[in-house]
């Protein structure tokens, strides 16, 4: 806990003294949105990606992001720049702010605006290695007209009850499906699979956040898809897909690039190349590419 820093409303604050007033409609009522945040290498990762999908969440709940991205921008190296490690994460928040008891967001003056920087550690290098167990969730992703999935909002209490629901099961991460039956992404990051020669991610639409990892593996994919042999494709999958894969993956900021070993209990297919077990696998070689971009796609905060 003390190896964070925090950079709220303006300035770098000690641990102990960042804090929000229990009257914030962002804890009374999830009335705010956020950022996680990955810095490789020194640098900040797709810093803009991050800042642009910010503002837009917030735009969607009508929240106006105090300073605008330029402030958020601030927060972000700031915080950075006063945790000083070269791998590390930034989580960035807006809160609707204080106001009256009774859930109206006119009610509440100023929105309160914080980054932490800090440590995250969302799968150990065994699992990763060994690849996830997933269970396919009781939760569905909710539709966009209920909790729009692509703002990434402070309620996130259909995802943490779903990782919830895969921790009971002995499971590491939950598949979420949509109201439809069809694969929306997993409870904390996105959902990719390597079938038929193409790989395949569903669209936003079907329920999953826009997430800047996932954004950089299809770019990646696609000026590798003639070394891969693969076609990029953001298409409608069903769990069946999932079940019937070569490969499987999951991607996010905290998770990184992470293979899938089993779901609800099934082994997967493990993506090695019948031909040529020793090369690498898809997962292997888009992680590879993500952390060479994290090189040059990123800001630097020092
Ligand atoms: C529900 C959900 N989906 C997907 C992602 C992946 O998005 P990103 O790559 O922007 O971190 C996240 C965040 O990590 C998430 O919380």
Redesign the pocket.
């Known amino acids: 806990m003390s190896d964070m820093t925090v950079w709220m409303n303006g300035a770098l604050v000690a641990l102990a003294d960042a804090k929000v007033s229990v009257l914030d409609h962002g804890l009374l009522y999830g009335d705010g949105v956020f950022?996680?945040i990955?810095i490789r290498h020194g640098r900040i990762f797709r810093l803009t990606d991050?800042l642009h999908?910010f503002e837009a969440s917030c735009a969607a709940i009508g929240l106006t992001l105090p300073g605008g991205q330029a402030r958020a921008h601030e927060a972000c190296v700031a915080a950075a720049r006063a945790l000083d490690k070269d791998e590390a994460y930034l989580r960035l928040v807006v809160t609707r702010g204080v106001g009256p008891l009774g859930i109206d967001p006119t009610t509440c003056d100023t929105p309160s605006l914080f980054c932490i920087a800090g440590q995250i550690v969302l799968f150990d290098a065994k699992k990763r290695e060994k690849g996830l167990d997933l269970v396919t969730s009781f939760w569905r992703r909710p539709p966009s007209d209920v909790l729009d999935?692509r703002v990434?909002s402070l309620n996130?209490l259909n995802?943490v009850l779903a990782k919830r629901e895969a921790k009971l099961r002995h499971a590491d991460e939950a598949l979420l499906l949509n109201a439809q039956g069809r694969v929306a992404?997993?409870?904390?990051?996105?959902l990719f699979i390597v079938r038929r020669g193409a790989l395949q991610t569903p669209p936003a639409s079907e329920g999953?956040?826009?997430?800047?990892?996932?954004r950089s593996i299809l770019e990646l994919a696609r000026g590798l898809s003639g070394e891969l042999g693969l076609r990029v494709e953001e298409v409608p999958l069903a769990r069946a897909d999932v079940l019937d894969a070569d490969e499987v993956f999951l991607?996010?900021?905290?998770?990184g690039v992470a293979r899938v070993a089993s779901l609800d209990g099934v082994a997967l297919r493990d993506g090695r190349h019948q031909g040529n077990p020793t090369a690498p696998r898809v997962s292997e070689r888009l992680l590879d590419a993500l952390v060479d971009l994290a090189r040059t796609a990123s800001t630097p905060f020092r």
């Open positions: 950022e996680g990955r991050h999908r999935p990434k996130y995802n992404e997993s409870a904390g990051a996105n999953a956040l826009e997430g800047v990892t996932r991607t996010g900021s905290g998770a």
